[in-house]
């Protein structure tokens, strides 16, 4: 998560919900300054973010920027017109497939296979 601006996203989140940083603080059971540091980009584990995505009600790979690693590593929607719904399933069910499979795996596993398949698609690239 530290090469991504999740720190906005966060705010963001918090704003539309019409929460203060107190009341998100209270709802995570974290304190105000903690809120304020994760807003500014400041690191916190997946566990957080779990958290925080739920009492947002927002998407957690959007919170917190996962879904650009995950959308740089599936295959392109861009592709022609009949490949394109093929493609659009195949990557809906591949997040889909993730979410379960991420949902209760722990923060060190989940960043380390997200490094693995970053190095695939650099490697497959050359």
């Keep these: 998560m530290t090469d991504f601006e999740y720190g ?9 919900a019409g929460m203060s940083q107190i009341e998100l603080a209270k709802a995570i059971q974290v304190s105000e300054k903690t809120i304020r540091n994760y807003e500014k980009g400041g690191e916190m584990t997946l566990g957080v ?3 925080l995505s739920k009492v947002l009600s927002v998407d957690f790979y959007w919170l917190t920027g996962l879904e650009c ?10 592709t022609n017109p009949i ?3 093929e493609a659009v399933s195949s990557r ?10 991420l ?9 380390n296979v997200l ?4 190095k695939i698609k650099e490697l497959s690239q050359l």
């Design 83 to 85: 490949q394109q719904k």
């Design 49 to 51: 973010a779990r958290k």
């Design 115 to 118: 490094e693995r398949l970053k």
């Design 92 to 101: 809906e069910e591949t997040i889909e497939e993730l979410n379960k499979l």
């Design 8 to 16: 906005l996203r966060i705010k963001e989140a918090r704003e539309k």
């Design 103 to 111: 949902r209760y795996a722990p923060d060190d596993f989940i960043m």
């Design 69 to 78: 690693v995950i959308g740089n590593i599936l295959p392109d929607t861009k």
